[in-house]
């Protein structure tokens, strides 16, 4: 089966770094658009980027321009979320999801999340 498995997040102070990865397996992961998302408490989801199958397109929230840059290395089926800057606003629970259809708006699967919890 599908699995996507979340690692980096932790608590971090105003202004530090984290790099959070998503390890996939049960699919062809280069086959897949793979996105960024975040959950803070009472808060709706929200989208954070986005990275083609081959990494050469990406797309970002606004308030992630700038401070977060996401990657993937399709060899280990891995897909990253460098985020600077960190604010205390960043906290969250930070989501990978996986989506085989470019054009559509859903993912098809998602990871169990990692937080990220930042100090002021």
């Known amino acids: 089966q599908v699995q996507l498995v979340e690692s980096g997040g932790g608590l971090v102070q105003a202004g530090g770094s984290l790099r959070l990865s998503c390890a996939a397996s049960?699919?062809?992961?280069?086959?897949?658009?793979m996105g960024w998302f975040r959950q803070a408490p009472g808060k709706e989801r929200e989208f954070v980027s986005t990275?083609?199958?081959?990494?050469?397109?990406?797309d970002y929230a606004d308030s992630a321009k700038g401070r977060f840059t996401i990657s993937r290395d399709n060899a280990k089926n891995t897909v990253y979320l460098q985020m600077n800057s960190l604010k205390p606003e960043d906290t969250a629970v930070y989501y990978c999801?996986?989506?085989?259809?470019?054009?559509?708006?859903?993912?098809?699967?998602w990871g169990q999340g990692t937080q990220v919890t930042v100090s002021s």
């Open positions: 999801a996986a989506k085989s259809n470019n054009y559509a708006v859903a993912y098809d699967y």
């Open positions: 049960g699919l062809t992961f280069s086959r897949y658009v």
């Open positions: 990275i083609s199958r081959a990494g050469l397109n990406t």
